[in-house]
Protein backbone atom coordinates (compact mmCIF):
# COMPACT_ATOMS: atom_id res chain seq x y z
CA UNK A 1 0.00 0.00 0.00
CA UNK A 2 3.01 2.27 0.73
CA UNK A 3 4.21 1.86 -2.64
CA UNK A 4 1.09 2.94 -4.22
CA UNK A 5 1.37 6.12 -2.09
CA UNK A 6 4.92 6.79 -3.51
CA UNK A 7 3.51 6.02 -7.09
CA UNK A 8 0.63 8.81 -6.45
CA UNK A 9 2.90 11.22 -5.62
CA UNK A 10 6.01 10.84 -7.94
CA UNK A 11 2.47 11.08 -10.88
CA UNK A 12 1.55 14.51 -9.29
CA UNK A 13 5.03 15.66 -9.09
CA UNK A 14 5.48 14.93 -12.78
CA UNK A 15 2.30 16.89 -13.16
CA UNK A 16 3.07 19.44 -11.42
CA UNK A 17 6.25 19.50 -12.76
CA UNK A 18 5.33 19.42 -16.81
CA UNK A 19 2.51 21.87 -16.25
CA UNK A 20 3.92 24.28 -14.29
CA UNK A 21 6.72 24.83 -17.03
CA UNK A 22 4.65 24.83 -20.18
CA UNK A 23 3.22 27.25 -22.97
CA UNK A 24 0.40 28.17 -22.99
CA UNK A 25 -0.72 26.36 -25.96
CA UNK A 26 0.40 23.11 -24.30
CA UNK A 27 -1.97 23.23 -21.22
CA UNK A 28 -4.38 20.94 -22.86
CA UNK A 29 -1.81 18.36 -24.24
CA UNK A 30 -0.56 17.95 -20.64
CA UNK A 31 -3.34 17.90 -18.74
CA UNK A 32 -4.82 15.00 -21.09
CA UNK A 33 -1.99 13.31 -21.11
CA UNK A 34 -1.65 12.93 -17.46
CA UNK A 35 -5.72 12.54 -16.83
CA UNK A 36 -7.72 9.28 -17.95
CA UNK A 37 -10.52 9.17 -20.71
CA UNK A 38 -13.29 9.89 -18.26
CA UNK A 39 -12.02 12.69 -15.85
CA UNK A 40 -13.50 15.00 -13.51
CA UNK A 41 -12.63 18.26 -11.94
CA UNK A 42 -14.47 19.91 -9.50
CA UNK A 43 -13.26 23.71 -9.10
CA UNK A 44 -14.02 26.89 -6.97
CA UNK A 45 -16.34 28.84 -9.01
CA UNK A 46 -17.28 29.94 -11.99
CA UNK A 47 -15.23 27.28 -12.50
CA UNK A 48 -17.27 24.55 -11.16
CA UNK A 49 -17.58 20.83 -12.84
CA UNK A 50 -15.95 20.41 -16.19
CA UNK A 51 -15.47 16.79 -17.74
CA UNK A 52 -12.40 16.92 -19.96
CA UNK A 53 -8.67 18.46 -19.91
CA UNK A 54 -9.16 20.80 -22.83
CA UNK A 55 -11.84 22.22 -20.34
CA UNK A 56 -9.37 22.53 -17.60
CA UNK A 57 -6.82 24.42 -19.95
CA UNK A 58 -9.40 26.79 -21.31
CA UNK A 59 -11.54 27.86 -18.57
CA UNK A 60 -9.03 27.80 -15.93
CA UNK A 61 -5.39 27.44 -16.26
CA UNK A 62 -4.85 29.81 -19.62
CA UNK A 63 -6.66 32.63 -18.49
CA UNK A 64 -4.96 32.61 -15.24
CA UNK A 65 -1.57 32.20 -16.21
CA UNK A 66 -1.83 35.08 -18.65
CA UNK A 67 -3.01 37.35 -15.89
CA UNK A 68 -0.50 35.88 -13.07
CA UNK A 69 2.42 36.39 -14.80
CA UNK A 70 6.01 34.06 -13.93
CA UNK A 71 3.62 32.02 -12.15
CA UNK A 72 4.69 29.68 -9.26
CA UNK A 73 3.27 27.17 -7.03
CA UNK A 74 4.66 27.73 -3.76
CA UNK A 75 3.37 24.84 -2.05
CA UNK A 76 3.08 24.19 1.88
CA UNK A 77 1.30 20.80 2.01
CA UNK A 78 1.96 17.70 -0.22
CA UNK A 79 0.45 14.39 0.87
CA UNK A 80 -0.97 10.96 -0.27
CA UNK A 81 -2.96 8.23 1.51
CA UNK A 82 -6.03 6.00 0.85
CA UNK A 83 -9.51 7.33 1.23
CA UNK A 84 -11.29 6.38 3.94
CA UNK A 85 -14.78 6.90 2.39
CA UNK A 86 -14.58 4.16 0.43
CA UNK A 87 -12.73 1.67 2.61
CA UNK A 88 -9.00 3.13 1.49
CA UNK A 89 -9.18 1.34 -1.80
CA UNK A 90 -8.60 4.68 -3.60
CA UNK A 91 -5.60 6.96 -3.52
CA UNK A 92 -5.00 10.63 -3.33
CA UNK A 93 -2.73 13.04 -3.48
CA UNK A 94 -2.99 16.65 -1.74
CA UNK A 95 -1.40 19.67 -2.12
CA UNK A 96 -1.86 22.84 -0.52
CA UNK A 97 -0.13 26.57 -0.83
CA UNK A 98 -0.09 29.73 -3.00
CA UNK A 99 -0.11 30.44 -6.93
CA UNK A 100 2.24 33.16 -6.76
CA UNK A 101 2.70 35.53 -9.44
CA UNK A 102 2.92 39.29 -11.20
CA UNK A 103 -1.30 40.32 -10.85
CA UNK A 104 -0.77 42.29 -14.54
CA UNK A 105 -3.68 41.42 -16.73
CA UNK A 106 -7.70 41.24 -15.33
CA UNK A 107 -8.83 37.67 -14.57
CA UNK A 108 -12.27 37.21 -14.11
CA UNK A 109 -13.05 41.16 -13.85
CA UNK A 110 -10.69 41.65 -11.22
CA UNK A 111 -8.71 44.61 -12.11
CA UNK A 112 -4.99 44.07 -11.96
CA UNK A 113 -1.83 45.51 -9.44
CA UNK A 114 1.48 45.23 -11.54
CA UNK A 115 2.05 43.81 -7.90
CA UNK A 116 2.95 40.20 -6.82
CA UNK A 117 -0.12 38.58 -5.92
CA UNK A 118 -0.89 34.87 -4.09
CA UNK A 119 -3.94 32.37 -4.85
CA UNK A 120 -4.14 30.56 -2.01
CA UNK A 121 -5.35 27.01 -3.27
CA UNK A 122 -5.48 23.49 -2.46
CA UNK A 123 -5.89 20.44 -4.43
CA UNK A 124 -6.53 17.05 -3.78
CA UNK A 125 -6.17 14.74 -6.96
CA UNK A 126 -7.48 10.89 -7.10
CA UNK A 127 -4.61 8.47 -9.28
CA UNK A 128 -5.42 5.46 -10.65
CA UNK A 129 -3.65 3.34 -12.82
CA UNK A 130 -1.05 6.19 -13.27
CA UNK A 131 -3.56 8.37 -14.35
CA UNK A 132 -5.67 11.85 -12.49
CA UNK A 133 -8.81 10.06 -12.78
CA UNK A 134 -10.75 13.07 -10.56
CA UNK A 135 -9.46 16.42 -8.95
CA UNK A 136 -11.02 18.61 -6.27
CA UNK A 137 -9.51 22.11 -7.07
CA UNK A 138 -10.60 24.79 -4.67
CA UNK A 139 -8.91 28.17 -4.70
CA UNK A 140 -9.85 31.58 -2.15
CA UNK A 141 -11.34 34.40 -5.46
CA UNK A 142 -12.64 36.48 -2.62
CA UNK A 143 -8.46 36.57 -0.91
CA UNK A 144 -7.26 37.88 -4.62
CA UNK A 145 -9.82 40.35 -4.88
CA UNK A 146 -8.57 41.63 -1.45
CA UNK A 147 -5.31 41.84 -2.60
CA UNK A 148 -6.28 44.02 -5.47
CA UNK A 149 -7.95 46.14 -3.27
CA UNK A 150 -11.79 45.29 -3.60
CA UNK A 151 -13.98 44.33 -0.43
CA UNK A 152 -16.24 41.36 -1.65
CA UNK A 153 -17.95 41.19 1.86
CA UNK A 154 -18.47 43.30 4.25
CA UNK A 155 -16.50 43.55 7.50
CA UNK A 156 -15.17 40.06 8.79
CA UNK A 157 -15.11 38.60 11.92
CA UNK A 158 -11.78 37.47 11.71
CA UNK A 159 -8.51 38.17 10.42
CA UNK A 160 -7.49 39.06 6.79
CA UNK A 161 -4.03 37.80 5.60
CA UNK A 162 -1.62 35.78 3.14
CA UNK A 163 -1.78 32.57 5.07
CA UNK A 164 1.37 30.81 6.51
CA UNK A 165 1.64 26.92 6.44
CA UNK A 166 2.44 24.52 9.17
CA UNK A 167 3.63 26.04 11.82
CA UNK A 168 6.30 22.89 12.48
CA UNK A 169 7.30 23.20 8.66
CA UNK A 170 6.74 19.55 8.19
CA UNK A 171 3.60 19.42 5.75
CA UNK A 172 6.49 18.34 1.96
CA UNK A 173 5.80 14.77 2.88
CA UNK A 174 7.55 13.70 -0.93
CA UNK A 175 9.18 10.87 0.91
CA UNK A 176 7.57 7.59 2.72
CA UNK A 177 6.04 8.13 5.87
CA UNK A 178 5.39 6.20 8.75
CA UNK A 179 1.53 4.87 8.54
CA UNK A 180 1.02 5.04 12.25
CA UNK A 181 1.24 8.29 12.28
CA UNK A 182 -1.49 8.69 9.46
CA UNK A 183 -3.55 6.28 11.17
CA UNK A 184 -3.57 8.44 14.24
CA UNK A 185 -4.61 11.63 12.23
CA UNK A 186 -7.30 10.15 10.52
CA UNK A 187 -8.37 9.03 14.38
CA UNK A 188 -8.54 12.53 15.22
CA UNK A 189 -9.64 13.92 12.07
CA UNK A 190 -12.79 11.22 12.32
CA UNK A 191 -13.43 11.60 16.29
CA UNK A 192 -13.50 15.81 15.44
CA UNK A 193 -15.97 15.18 12.63
CA UNK A 194 -18.21 13.16 15.09
CA UNK A 195 -17.83 15.40 18.29
CA UNK A 196 -18.91 18.59 16.22
CA UNK A 197 -21.64 16.65 14.33
CA UNK A 198 -24.82 17.21 16.02
CA UNK A 199 -24.45 20.83 17.81
CA UNK A 200 -26.79 19.84 20.11
CA UNK A 201 -24.99 17.76 23.31
CA UNK A 202 -24.43 19.85 26.47
CA UNK A 203 -21.07 20.95 26.69
CA UNK A 204 -20.21 24.68 26.30
CA UNK A 205 -19.52 25.51 22.55
CA UNK A 206 -15.57 25.78 24.05
CA UNK A 207 -15.29 22.81 25.90
CA UNK A 208 -17.21 20.74 22.93
CA UNK A 209 -14.06 22.33 21.11
CA UNK A 210 -11.65 21.15 23.20
CA UNK A 211 -12.67 17.43 22.94
CA UNK A 212 -10.93 17.46 19.48
CA UNK A 213 -8.71 20.57 19.53
CA UNK A 214 -5.85 22.28 21.21
CA UNK A 215 -6.36 25.17 23.51
CA UNK A 216 -3.95 26.65 21.21
CA UNK A 217 -5.70 25.76 17.99
CA UNK A 218 -5.43 28.20 14.43
CA UNK A 219 -8.48 27.95 12.33
CA UNK A 220 -7.10 29.27 8.55
CA UNK A 221 -10.18 30.41 7.72
CA UNK A 222 -11.74 31.85 3.95
CA UNK A 223 -11.83 35.70 2.93
CA UNK A 224 -15.10 36.52 4.29
CA UNK A 225 -14.68 34.67 7.61
CA UNK A 226 -11.14 35.45 8.21
CA UNK A 227 -8.20 33.67 10.34
CA UNK A 228 -8.58 32.68 14.27
CA UNK A 229 -6.24 31.87 16.68
CA UNK A 230 -7.30 30.09 20.46
CA UNK A 231 -10.50 27.90 21.04
CA UNK A 232 -12.30 31.25 22.70
CA UNK A 233 -11.37 33.07 19.69
CA UNK A 234 -12.27 30.83 17.34
CA UNK A 235 -15.98 30.24 19.01
CA UNK A 236 -16.61 33.54 19.07
CA UNK A 237 -15.45 34.91 15.71
CA UNK A 238 -16.70 31.91 13.79
CA UNK A 239 -17.87 28.54 15.13
CA UNK A 240 -20.21 30.58 16.90
CA UNK A 241 -21.62 32.87 14.40
CA UNK A 242 -21.96 30.16 12.23
CA UNK A 243 -23.90 27.87 14.40
CA UNK A 244 -26.24 30.83 15.06
CA UNK A 245 -27.27 31.79 11.76
CA UNK A 246 -27.86 28.63 10.13
CA UNK A 247 -30.71 25.70 10.50
CA UNK A 248 -31.77 23.07 8.83
CA UNK A 249 -28.02 21.85 8.38
CA UNK A 250 -28.00 18.99 6.48
CA UNK A 251 -24.37 16.68 6.52
CA UNK A 252 -23.71 15.58 2.92
CA UNK A 253 -20.26 13.70 3.41
CA UNK A 254 -17.13 13.58 2.06
CA UNK A 255 -15.85 12.22 -1.42
CA UNK A 256 -12.59 11.58 -0.03
CA UNK A 257 -11.28 11.81 3.75
CA UNK A 258 -7.56 11.04 4.50
CA UNK A 259 -4.17 11.86 6.20
CA UNK A 260 -0.39 10.70 5.94
CA UNK A 261 1.83 11.74 8.97
CA UNK A 262 0.56 14.54 10.88
CA UNK A 263 -1.78 15.61 8.47
CA UNK A 264 -4.82 15.13 6.81
CA UNK A 265 -8.27 16.56 5.14
CA UNK A 266 -11.36 15.97 3.45
CA UNK A 267 -13.58 17.73 0.84
CA UNK A 268 -17.35 17.22 0.04
CA UNK A 269 -19.47 18.38 -3.05
CA UNK A 270 -21.31 19.50 -1.28
CA UNK A 271 -19.92 18.92 2.28
CA UNK A 272 -23.19 20.96 3.90
CA UNK A 273 -26.77 21.73 2.98
CA UNK A 274 -28.13 24.56 4.42
CA UNK A 275 -30.43 27.78 5.56
CA UNK A 276 -28.66 31.14 6.44
CA UNK A 277 -30.99 33.33 8.79
CA UNK A 278 -29.32 36.34 9.11
CA UNK A 279 -26.33 37.98 10.28
CA UNK A 280 -23.52 35.55 8.62
CA UNK A 281 -20.69 37.86 7.46
CA UNK A 282 -23.29 40.77 7.01
CA UNK A 283 -25.93 38.78 4.83
CA UNK A 284 -29.63 38.63 5.39
CA UNK A 285 -31.75 35.99 5.85
CA UNK A 286 -32.63 34.60 2.17
CA UNK A 287 -35.24 31.26 2.77
CA UNK A 288 -33.32 29.64 1.10
CA UNK A 289 -31.21 26.42 1.25
CA UNK A 290 -28.22 26.48 -0.37
CA UNK A 291 -24.83 23.90 -0.45
CA UNK A 292 -21.37 24.66 0.31
CA UNK A 293 -18.53 22.98 -1.13
CA UNK A 294 -15.70 22.65 1.41
CA UNK A 295 -11.99 21.56 2.24
CA UNK A 296 -10.38 21.06 5.38
CA UNK A 297 -6.97 20.66 5.54
CA UNK A 298 -5.29 19.46 9.52
CA UNK A 299 -2.17 19.40 11.31
CA UNK A 300 -2.28 17.18 14.34
CA UNK A 301 -0.12 17.41 17.48
CA UNK A 302 -0.47 14.50 19.42
CA UNK A 303 -3.66 13.34 19.81
CA UNK A 304 -5.80 16.94 19.25
CA UNK A 305 -5.76 18.91 15.75
CA UNK A 306 -3.72 22.24 16.37
CA UNK A 307 -3.74 23.37 12.35
CA UNK A 308 -6.73 23.88 9.76
CA UNK A 309 -6.42 25.41 6.40
CA UNK A 310 -10.13 26.00 5.19
CA UNK A 311 -11.19 26.52 1.86
CA UNK A 312 -15.66 27.40 1.45
CA UNK A 313 -17.02 28.40 -1.68
CA UNK A 314 -18.33 31.16 -1.06
CA UNK A 315 -18.90 32.49 -4.17
CA UNK A 316 -21.00 29.44 -5.14
CA UNK A 317 -22.97 29.95 -1.63
CA UNK A 318 -23.88 33.54 -1.71
CA UNK A 319 -24.99 33.06 -5.65
CA UNK A 320 -27.50 30.56 -4.52
CA UNK A 321 -28.64 32.84 -2.34
CA UNK A 322 -29.05 35.49 -4.98
CA UNK A 323 -26.04 37.49 -4.42
CA UNK A 324 -23.50 37.55 -7.07
CA UNK A 325 -20.31 38.30 -5.32
CA UNK A 326 -18.25 38.36 -8.07
CA UNK A 327 -20.33 40.77 -10.37
CA UNK A 328 -21.15 43.14 -8.08
CA UNK A 329 -17.73 43.73 -7.34
CA UNK A 330 -15.85 43.40 -10.28
CA UNK A 331 -16.19 44.29 -13.83
CA UNK A 332 -17.59 40.43 -14.29
CA UNK A 333 -20.49 40.55 -16.92
Known amino acids: ????????????????????????????????????????????????????????????????????????????????????????????????????????????????????????YCEFNKVENGKISETAMFFDIPHLMVQAGLQPFPPQTAAQLVQPGPMTHTGLMFDKQESVQGEKTLAAINHMVTALGDWKNELSLEDELRLSWHEDMIWWGPTGIGATYTIPRYAEQHSGPFRATFKDRTFNGHICRMAEGEFGGFFGWPNLTLEPTGGFMGMPATGKRGDMRIIDIYRRAGSKLAENWVFIDLLHFWKQQGVDILARTTDAP
Open 1 to 120: MTNDIQAAKTCIIDFYNKLDTASPDAFAQVISAHTSDNYIWRGYHPFNEQTCANQVAQLFWKPLRHSLKHLQRRQDIFMAGHNGMDDYSSVWVVSMGHLMGLFDEPWLGIKPTGKMAMLR
